[in-house]
C-alpha cells in the first residue's frame, strides 16, 4: 500500500523537489506550494484538514510557521542544507572564478561549515557563518551578511529564498538549499522512519505481571486470582488475551499499541499502583516486543525478572532488537491527560529533529547515564549502537536543534584532528518551556541496549 506523503515548498523550488521525488515509487505525494510564509499555515491547516497523510516532509523554515496545526502522531522530516549541499554552492563560487574567500553564509551549521572548510582547504578564519534559528527574521539575516562583507568583496551562500531574493543586486549570492539528492535521502528516511513504526504499531507484544513472593501458597494464589481480575477489568487491555501464568504469574498478548496504552507510551504504568491499593501486594511487570507471539513472551518474562530485582512496584521493556527500556514506575493514580501530554511532547520533539520516539528515549537515558559528563561524537556513535559517520550527522542534527551544545575539543589521537565534545541538553527540552505543564515522572526511567539473548 502507497504511503501518502505532504511536502511543504516555496514555489521557486518545486522544480527540484520534483526531480528529487521522480525516481521514488509507492509513495503518492500531496504537495503545498506557497509563495510567500503568511501562506503557509492555512494552506497546510487545509491538506491536514483534506488527507489523511502518513507523513511530511517540510523545511525549517515552513515547519516554524506550521507546526502548531500538525496532529502530535504524525511523522515528520525537516529537510536541512547537508555538508554536501554547502561543498556544491563553494564549488559553484570557484566555477564562476570568485575567490573562496570572503564568504558569509547562513542557516548551516558552525560544524558542517568547518568540516567543509577543513576539507577543501578553506580559511576558516574568513567565513562567517549564521546558524539556523527559529527566531531569526530576514532582515536580520540580510544585516549579518552585510557586516561581514562591509569590507567589499565576497560572496553570499544562502538557504532561506527571501534572503537569496532580498540580496540580489546588492551582494553577489548563491543558493545553499538541499539539491535533489540530499531531498531524497530525507524523503528516503523519512518513509523507512514511518514504515518501521507502522510495523512496530502492529507487532506482537506481551505482558507478564508477577505479584511478589511474600506470603504462603494461600495468598499467592488469592494475589493472583486478585491480579487476574484487576488486568481483565482495565480498559486499556479490553482487546488483548489474557490468562494465568504459573503460581505467581498473569500473561497478556495483544499488539504493541495495546501495551503503549497501557503505560502510557512507556512512561508509567498505573495498574501496578491500582494492584497495590486494591489488592495490598507489589506487582513486577514486563513487557516484551518481538516477532511472535512466544518470543515476545520470553522477552516479557526477562523484562518481568529483571522488574523483580527492583524489589519495588515497577516495569521494563524488552525488544527483540535489544531495547530496554525501564523502570517504569506506577505513576500514582491514572492521570491520562498529563501521561498523554507527557508522551505528546516526546513525539513532538523527536518529530521536530527528525528522529523517532524510540531514539529520542535513547538518547535521553545515555544522557542520564553520563550525568552531565561531555561525549564525543564517536562515544554516542558506541552508545547508539551505530557507525561513526552516523554519530556525526547525529551530533549535527541534535545540535541544529539545541539538543547538544559544544564544550570544547579533545585529541583522542596524537595524530589527526581534534574531535568536538559535546554535552546532551534532552532532558531540559522535554521537561522545561512554557509548553510543558506536565514534566516527566520524577522516578525517571534508564534506557539500555543489551544482546536480545541477554
Not at 483534506?50 to 496545526?69: F, N, S
Not at 578553506?122 to 532582515?139: F, G, K, M, N, S
Not at 562515544?379 to 549502537?385: H, I, S, Y
Request: with cysteine.
Amino acid at each position: 500500500m502507497s504511503l501518502s506523503i505532504g511536502l511543504v515548498v516555496h514555489a521557486s523550488r518545486r522544480g527540484v523537489f520534483e526531480e528529487a521525488v521522480e525516481p521514488l515509487s509507492g509513495i503518492s505525494l500531496k504537495w503545498v506550494t506557497y509563495g510567500h510564509e503568511h501562506e503557509i499555515r492555512p494552506r497546510v491547516q487545509s491538506l491536514a484538514d483534506g488527507h489523511a497523510l502518513d507523513g511530511l516532509l517540510v523545511g525549517a523554515v515552513p515547519y516554524r510557521a506550521c507546526r502548531d496545526v500538525l496532529s502530535p502522531g504524525l511523522p515528520v522530516a525537516v529537510t536541512r542544507s547537508s555538508a554536501l549541499d554547502l561543498a556544491l554552492a563553494l564549488s559553484q563560487a570557484q566555477a564562476r572564478g570568485w575567490q573562496p574567500v570572503p564568504v558569509s553564509i547562513d542557516t548551516f551549521d558552525q560544524e558542517v561549515v568547518s568540516e567543509v572548510a577543513e576539507a577543501l582547504h578553506i580559511d576558516r578564519t574568513r567565513v562567517a557563518c549564521l546558524p539556523y534559528a527559529d527566531d531569526q527574521t530576514v532582515e536580520e539575516i540580510c544585516a549579518f551578511h552585510q557586516r561581514s562583507l562591509r569590507q567589499g568583496g565576497g560572496y553570499v551562500i544562502t538557504a532561506r529564498t527571501a534572503v537569496l531574493r532580498q540580496l540580489r543586486g546588492s551582494l553577489r549570492v548563491l543558493n545553499g538549499s538541499p539539491v535533489p539528492s540530499s531531498i531524497r535521502a530525507e524523503l528516503h528516511e523519512l518513509v523507512l522512519r514511518i514504515r518501521s513504526e507502522q510495523a512496530g504499531a502492529a507487532g506482537f507484544a506481551a505482558g507478564v505481571f508477577c505479584v511478589n513472593r511474600h506470603g504462603g501458597p494461600g495468598d499467592l494464589e488469592r494475589a493472583r486470582m486478585g491480579l487476574l481480575q484487576l488486568l481483565r477489568a482495565t480498559p486499556e487491555l479490553s482487546d488483548a488475551w489474557i490468562e494465568n501464568r504459573g503460581r505467581r504469574g498473569v500473561v497478556v498478548l495483544g499488539r504493541r499499541t495495546v501495551f503503549e496504552r497501557l503505560s502510557r507510551n512507556w512512561l508509567i504504568v498505573p495498574v501496578l499502583e491500582q494492584a497495590q491499593e486494591s489488592l495490598g501486594v507489589g506487582v513486577a511487570a514486563g513487557f516484551g516486543v518481538g516477532p511472535s507471539a512466544r518470543s515476545s513472551v520470553i522477552l516479557a518474562e526477562r523484562a518481568a525478572a529483571r522488574a523483580e530485582s527492583e524489589n519495588r512496584p515497577c516495569g521494563y521493556l524488552m525488544e527483540d532488537s535489544g531495547l530496554v527500556i525501564g523502570p517504569l514506575g506506577p505513576g500514582g493514580p491514572p492521570q491520562p491527560r498529563s501521561a498523554q501530554e507527557q508522551g505528546d511532547r516526546m513525539r513532538s520533539l523527536a518529530r521536530t529533529v527528525g528522529l523517532s520516539p524510540a531514539t529520542l528515549s535513547r538518547l535521553a537515558a545515555i544522557e542520564r547515564d553520563l550525568a552531565g559528563r561531555t561525549v564525543t561524537p564517536s562515544e554516542l556513535a558506541d552508545a547508539m549502537a551505530v557507525t561513526d559517520p552516523s554519530g556525526r550527522r547525529l551530533v549535527r542534527k541534535l545540535h541544529a536543534h539545541g539538543l547538544v551544545t559544544a564544550e570544547g575539543l579533545t585529541q583522542t589521537h596524537r595524530k589527526g584532528r581534534p574531535t568536538g565534545l559535546y554535552r546532551l541538553a534532552i532532558a531540559a527540552a522535554l521537561t522545561g518551556g512554557p509548553a510543558d505543564t506536565h514534566p516527566l515522572p520524577t522516578d525517571t526511567r534508564s534506557l539500555t541496549t543489551v544482546p536480545a539473548t541477554a
